[in-house]
């Protein structure tokens, strides 16, 4: 992009000469480092137009104010504008927050202490307590709900509705809805509150340095794109999920550093959780094209018959 034009976007901060845009990788959006000459950077981050399910400027906003007191290394939303006036999208400017990924030092003789950082942060932010259960907007908590039982059945029926619009086999739909049915009394209306919840943490959201001694220490929590306000054990079934993916053997890590789940069925609860994620995964990647057909072998689909207690050659 033009320098002239990206100065002129973020002349409200008033933060001097721009010595150097670099883009940095990112996942649906563009994003840039923006470095100046006094030695100040920030980011900026450009948000795609035309998905309901991606996020904006002002959700992250609403997100990010919600954690106006945390003590911890994250975003902060210094400037946004949607009139794609300044620029030809819409965009937020946030601070830089130093280091790389975690999922960069996956064979670091450090990287358990990491994990552990990881759980202790998530932790952190599950004691921040929301007034009621719910997605995120612009201007709030979306359709907020006072029980966790009624906000995840919306979230059953609407993840079923899109596992079946795209394709998902029938019989294991079935199989799954029966097992989502038969475990719900036994999980979900043992919530301790609703709570802010990152939806996304996983260690290529969480920026880590490594220190002179060796050592790494969590420099950054970034992409506030999916929170909402929900139960602690499901955002934490999502982070292990996740992270399971981008770094095989963390989860043993992150639990000891995350401490005691608070539900009277720790693993059921976890496996409940995660059976629905799974099931939002493979709906999501069939919606922005990484799962090209219904029928492509997935490790997600397997996961999944195991999950209703149908071994995968069986389902085959």
Not at 130 to 159: K, L, R
Not at 198 to 219: C, K, M, R, Y
Request: charged share 20%; with cysteine.
């Amino acid at each position: 992009m033009e320098t002239e034009r990206i100065a002129e976007a973020l002349s409200p901060l008033a933060l001097g000469r721009i010595l150097a845009i670099k883009e940095m990788a990112g996942g649906q959006s563009p994003i840039y480092k923006i470095e100046f000459a006094s030695g100040l950077a920030v980011i900026l981050k450009g948000y795609p137009d035309g998905d309901p399910y991606l996020s904006s400027p002002d959700k992250d906003a609403f997100a990010l104010a919600q954690l106006a007191d945390f003590r911890g290394p994250i975003s902060r939303q210094l400037l946004s504008d949607t009139s794609k006036q300044r620029l030809p999208f819409c965009f937020a400017v946030t601070n830089y927050l130093p280091g790389m990924p975690t999922g960069s030092f996956l064979k670091h003789p450090d990287i358990a202490s990491m994990y552990r950082q990881i759980g202790s942060l998530l932790r952190s932010l599950h004691s921040v307590a929301m007034p009621a259960y719910g997605s995120f907007d612009g201007q709030g908590i979306v359709a907020p709900v006072s029980s966790n039982a009624a906000y995840v059945g919306g979230w059953i029926e609407h993840t079923f509705e899109r596992f079946s619009a795209m394709g998902a086999d029938a019989m294991l739909t079935k199989r799954l809805r029966e097992a989502v049915e038969e475990r719900f009394e036994a999980v979900v209306p043992h919530s301790k509150g609703a709570a802010f919840c990152h939806d996304d943490l996983h260690p290529n959201n969480v920026l880590a340095v490594e220190n002179q001694d060796g050592t790494l220490t969590l420099s950054g929590l970034i992409d506030f794109g999916n929170a909402r306000a929900a139960d602690p054990v499901s955002d934490l079934a999502k982070c292990l999920f996740c992270s399971e993916h981008d770094a095989p053997g963390s989860s043993p890590h992150i639990l000891d550093g995350y401490g005691p789940i608070d539900h009277p069925a720790p693993k059921a609860a976890l496996e409940y959780y995660t059976l629905l994620h799974r099931m939002v995964m493979w709906w999501w990647l069939r919606h922005v094209g990484t799962i090209r057909t219904p029928d492509t072998p997935t490790t997600l689909i397997d996961d999944l018959w195991n999950a209703c207690g149908v071994g995968v050659a069986e389902a085959r």
